[in-house]
């Protein structure tokens, strides 16, 4: 009877290593897209946080075209990997970067109906930008190359006229190139010009101003075999 014992048991000689490589080869995997799941979570955290201080900073008065305050905005992503190149001064597009990050700061602005003071002033018949958001203020820092893998969700008043300072001196009112361009422009509106009885939002009234601080980071670190981390992206309005 032992020697049968032992005879089956000869058999089953290396059965438990086949179950675990099956094992593993079901598991392990998911493992790996958990960790790096885990790890693009983490970072968009960081990012929401670093996009809610240059928020704060900026409704307080931070000038973000100047070159000190980018700085600033580099030392709150340590980690992340946002380049701003030596320089001084003021400078409203500062993106000719490399790097992995960049963010948007801007001050937009809601242009009510005709019959409003906005357009009022102007003369109705030349309020272009009637039941519009336009930029005020737009400035961009870092590596610019990553606005095609993820715009700002306002996207960029590229035929403005800006100074260095990043403040559009178009007529926000009568020109077309103030505008927040389509289709940003409809997701935007359909964000704050809304009424719900849930949160007791109330659409914004003529010429009332959004203060807007947004990053993007991407992971390409974040890798293990066929999982790679996305980018990440936080906005904060104000």
């Not at 005879?7 to 392990?28: D, M």
């Not at 509106?189 to 809304?194: D, G, I």
């Not at 849930?198 to 980071?217: C, I, K, R």
């Amino acid at each position: 009877m032992k020697f049968l014992k032992r005879r089956g048991a000869a058999r089953q000689r290396g059965h438990e290593i086949l179950e675990f490589a099956l094992v593993a080869f079901l598991f392990i995997p998911l493992l790996l897209g958990t960790f790096v799941t885990g790890m693009n979570v983490i970072r968009s955290i960081q990012a929401n946080h670093i996009a809610r201080d240059l928020a704060d900073m900026y409704i307080h008065g931070g000038d973000f075209s100047d070159h000190g305050m980018q700085v600033v905005a580099q030392r709150l992503a340590t980690g992340m990997d946002l380049q701003i190149a030596n320089g001084s001064g003021s400078q409203a597009d500062n993106i000719n970067n490399g790097g992995r990050g960049i963010v948007w700061i801007s001050k937009i602005m809601w242009v009510g109906t005709t019959l409003e003071p906005n357009c009022q002033a102007a003369l109705p018949s030349f309020c272009t930008n009637a039941n519009k958001f336009v930029f005020l203020e737009r400035i961009r820092f870092g590596n610019g190359s990553l606005e095609s893998e993820r715009p700002s969700s306002l996207g960029h008043p590229a035929a403005a006229t800006r100074s260095v300072y990043g403040i559009v001196t178009d007529n926000t009112v009568t020109s077309s190139n103030a505008a927040v361009p389509e289709p940003f422009q409809t997701s935007v509106r359909n964000l704050w010009q809304s009424t719900s009885t849930t949160t007791g939002q109330q659409p914004l009234s003529d010429g009332q101003v959004v203060y807007v601080a947004e990053v993007y980071f991407q992971s390409p670190d974040l890798q293990l075999g066929s999982f790679q981390g996305r980018g990440v992206f936080a906005g904060w309005f104000y």
